[in-house]
């Protein structure tokens, strides 16, 4: 799908269009709604090509809409059919068409998924084929249908795990289910798996999901929910008990499953398309081959700096970077339209053979593309690793030195970065530095997610990063917080890694995107989008995955507890969120002490008539809640959170009764785990 395309993979997959300003959830499901964001990415992102991919024959949607609303559309290119699997030799064609966003691995493919999974798990696959990671898993959008299917599995006690989008909604899948995977690890979690449930229908045509798991190298068991009764359901149980006491068995199959996916391939219409390609757009591969050209400095390392208008600041940058123990590097500086003196300032190291200055015409002026200014970035170097800094910036000596040798130690490294000295305009040193709770190796792939939910603690001019581990997530995706969704997007799959030394001068500006003090700016309403779509996209154990094993009602209970108070914390705290999450953590634990606080001091901040529908829920309980140890303490503070309600006091001073996760109880110690 265009969508896809441009760089949302997440964003059209439901039919609900959600949308948050001002701790407001406004959520529409009209279907006219997926245009108007196309067209919107269309223009932001310069689109220069469209191939429709859903369809044999083109819609013509957009054209017509964009048409109705005077919008000019670039060349509008070719339908084709995503189920057609070509061949890999096929994919060097429509890669140059698509390599130049970098989300092209989100379109599907079959060679694509069969030369990836070859590549990075096939030999995982052979290694572990004895003794798979997972019994059955399913990826895919949650349905009622689906998931009481899934719960009859589990009552069969077949060990199943779920992925994707709408699962945390069923209260008895929570402790198995997780949310959107990327498409890698979409693909490992199939090669590791001993069978992969699939409910699309049976056709003559298979279906994508049916292509992708035959090409992850994965053997799955079809089971259309539309034909779901207790006969055919018994017949399932029969074949998944017997496949998974099978490994040979298994292994013959899903040779079988490759094999006849592999003869699907309508070579006829690939080559129809190809030609209408080349017809309607001769120049566009050329044009991509001839962008490649330019880039002169191949090496493992460039640092990467976009800037507008920067003469007061620029060549304090330029000579940080220069000035690095690592000599081996590429600069390049790309100039987003500047209209100072900053073109003449860089041009005076114009001799460093180490420096590559670009200029373009402005299409970040208020911030609104700093993903197309990452992505055209990325397009024109082509190192291993890219470092980011601001025009604004300084790099201590030793910065680059330090972040390559983490790089060196840790294969799997992904992102690394480092603490940060605040500076002012003035010169003047800023107390600024990364909170002592996110260091000190407290943070780990683990934890970094929920703890990115309370703050953004990895600043941008900090980071550097592996291109290849990057473009496998998607790339930077939006236009404000871009760095900060990418760090929520990918932290669950990724290895981070902090150098807590402080290697750059952070410069803070009163009117900064990011440092301002705005409290409405484009930057902080992207940040509360972006806060909004984590939670909703992600389940409850991809905060917590300390949980090695299925997790207790307690625990899913107090992992609800802990995350509200991850939110609580937050610079733009949810309160729909919050509500929400109490709400889930009762019916894990219906007279949670924590959770009902929780919502008396949400609902009595937000002046909510539920209120009074919550000190009833306590006493018509009382009885069941006294019998906790923490008691006491609840009664008191239920006492303070009425006193200041019923004096109209609806401000900051209720959270001074917020009751956080009991450090008594076992799941406590397991996230706070005590230093040495």
Known sequence: PIIETLGRPNKLKIHTQISYL???IHMDTKPEESTDIILDLIQKQNIQFIIETFTHKKSHAIQQIAKQKNIKLPIYGVAMDPNIPFNNEDHGFYNKVWSAHPSFQYQFSYGIYQQNYQQNYQQDSLQTKQKKRYDITYIGTANDKIADIINELREQNINIQVWGYGWDPYKKLRDI????????????????????????????????????????GGYQIQYPEDQHNTQNFQILIDKIKQDLNNDQKREVKANIQKEKNQTYNNQKLFKDIKKEIHDICP????????????????????????????????????????????????????????????????????????????????????LDAFDKLIEIALDETSSDLVAFIGGDDIMYPKRIQKQIEAFQKQPELAVCYTDIQGIKDQGKYYPASIPSQYKNRKINKKNITRNLITLNFISHPTVMVDRKQILSIGGFQTPFASDYHFWLLSSPYLDYALIEDKHVLYRYHDKGSSTGLAQESPGSIETFNTMCETLNTHSILDFYSEEKEIPSQQNLYSMYIDLNSNIKNSRKRIDYFIINFAKKALEHHPYGLEAINHLLVINALNKHPDFQNILKYIEDNIEELEKQHRYNEFKKSTRNIITLYENHIHDEKLFSQWMYLDDKSDFYHLIHPVSN
């Open 22 to 24: 001002n701790n407001n």
């Open 283 to 366: 120049q566009f591969t050329q044009h991509l081959e001839q962008k490649r050209e330019k880039i002169k400095y191949k090496n493992k390392l460039a640092i990467i700096c976009y800037v507008h208008n920067q003469e007061k600041y620029i060549e304090q940058m330029i000579l940080s970077a220069l000035g690095q123990t690592t000599k081996d590097f590429e600069l390049f500086i790309l100039d987003d339209g500047s209209t100072d003196n900053t073109q003449n300032i860089v041009q005076k190291y114009s001799h460093d053979k180490r420096l590559r200055y670009q200029y373009q015409e402005n299409i970040c002026g208020n």
């Open 177 to 216: 289910a997780r949310g959107v995977l990327p498409i890698p690890y979409m693909q490992k979690t199939i090669a590791q798996s001993k069978i992969s449930l699939n409910f699309d229908k049976i056709t003559q045509k298979p279906s994508i999901r049916t292509l992708e798991i035959a090409a992850s």
